[in-house]
DNA sequence: CACGATTAGCAAATCGTTTTGTAAAAAGCT
DNA sequence: AGCTTTTTACAAAACGATTTGCTAATCGTG
């Protein structure tokens, strides 16, 4: 089952030594550089076929070529000092479609941690280009990757970095009016936020949206934050936390994270409040446990594999043309489910 | 916000001008290699971290080190000319999960497709290591890693590779013996088994159980392939048929893909059934599918989580040690859910 | 002080490509 | 024939590291 030969790979000395000529003319023919004559060309085409040739990916990137990888990084799950995707819906969806775009475009996908941390894999820095999910505020990935002059993409931008241009929307300030005005049909005069405590452009966004819903529809602001890594058990946190606030109950709930809203849900269930009639919850991501959960949870939905195409779109052409412009935002829509429907309407 | 001078990365040689001394000497001081006066290596490591100095994982992965990476091929995925995983729980978690076990031993995981096919990223073949999961019968992607020497381990055998031995077990004949007898605990007579149409391990050792079962407890045989990639439009073929089937209906059906056991509850709902009243089913891999169908359906969970953690680590020793040995099949569970519990019991 | 053993450090080869510069051969022109 | 121009092909220099010899310098020891 090993090979018959300890045989190596061939390389180009190989195929030049087969086709009598210098290594020089087998890189002339092969990439149709500098002038070959025809028949000379034909013969090393030739060679290489019988031998089985592919020129060595690294030795060519060495000399300064493609590599044919593009990274990613996650930053929400590389803070966490235990990466735990698990339920983290929108992500894993990104990943899998950020994947199947490279491949169809010829690239390989590598998953890395941030770059900047020590233990991370050198290779980081030897890929062709980056893309770079929700970065947190001066995020050092950007950084350094723009210090090493390796192209990037973010999606979402670097909120401490106004002058950085290479980024695609992921949920704004639209998402989050898009909600407050869905709440407010339903009846909700009193709608509290609940955001992560990482300093990304989406939770930022949505305090802003959130602040300009109240200047227009006055009521007290209600904003909370909990640690996203904290999931379903932080939803009931925050439950907990608004039933024991003076200033009362909200009648509508807009949490960001989807395992938090579910949390949010249960516990107010136990509670004995009954969801939507006394408290509407719109999640501000989708994820299965807002579609598993009774009532079904109403949910943005971001559209992680519409985004990540876009991204490895935009990066692929950043890599060809510096100057390439960033495509306009994906469309999100909302995903009215049960927490939000009142019966009688 | 671009590099303020356009230095590029710091070398070898930039380290030993820095340092007054040659780039042997730079080598080995930062390796711990040769001999070095503690003082001069010093003085290196001090150039190296004024300057910045990381090696070039590509210069350094040419004269035949590590490079940190490893590949992963979900080769269900691949057979499809369109690359289309959605829905297809297994592999996502799959993915997830070795992509966190990856990182956290410092490498990093590359996605790819089939590297034999002409478009595969070049890089493919100059990575350090290679899962391939779920390989059909006489696999060629195994085929083409064991002679370019690729260390690699497969998740599921390759069915007509008897020689083969680095692989782990991932589903097999004892599942589905688990399955039929937790049928055959609820009172089923006529069991009936749906597989893909791949040639892979889990599929055939399924038919075998399946085989030795009906030796043990003679019924019927029947049997339906159904091409994976048809998902739940496919499980409602597979309802039609056998609602047309001459020898009459089973009283259970154990589908090997969830999405396509969500599909034939559905169809036989429409047509008329009552499950689990008048029909059992059980999905031989677990998905959203089965999690939120009506009633829910009891399936195998994989355990795609622990199985990925196995194969990695699998890999990297095996990439210290040629002659690492495979680690015990991960224990998968059966979940018993509404599509099998009689509400009577 | 002479000699072998050890310690330090360097030059050069190597990995497999691409690219640059140059020389030889062929062709074109008077 | 003699000269310039165009074709064709090659040798050698990158790319950025690691590793192999090899030469000095230092150290013990009799």
Redesign the interface.
Known sequence: ???DRDR??ATIHDVARHAGVSITTVSHSLNTKGIVAAATRQRVLDAAAALGY?????????RGNR???I?LVIRPLDSLET????GVDYF??F??AA??E???R????????DPTKQ????????VDGFIVCDPVGNDPVIELL????IPLVTVGRDIE?P??ENWLESGGVTDATVVFEHLSAQGAKRIALVTGTDDNAWYADSMQAYAEWILAHPQDAIVYHQDETTGETGGRVVADAMLADARGLPDAVYFLTGRGAAGLQARFQERGLEIPRDLLIVAGSDA?QT??AVPTITSVDLAP?ETARAAVDFLLRRLDDENAVAPPPVQNTLRVRGSTTRPSA
Chains 1, 2 share one sequence.
């Open positions: 089952m090993t090979a190596r790979r592919s020129p060595n990916p690294i030795a060519r990137r060495l590599l044919g990888v990274g990466y735990q995707p698990e894993v969806r990943v899998g994947a199947v490279s491949l169809d010829g690239f390989g996908l590598m998953l890395v941690r233990n991370a894999p050198a290779i980081a820095l030897g723009d210090r090493s002059d970095r002058n950085f299965e579609r598993s594999e």
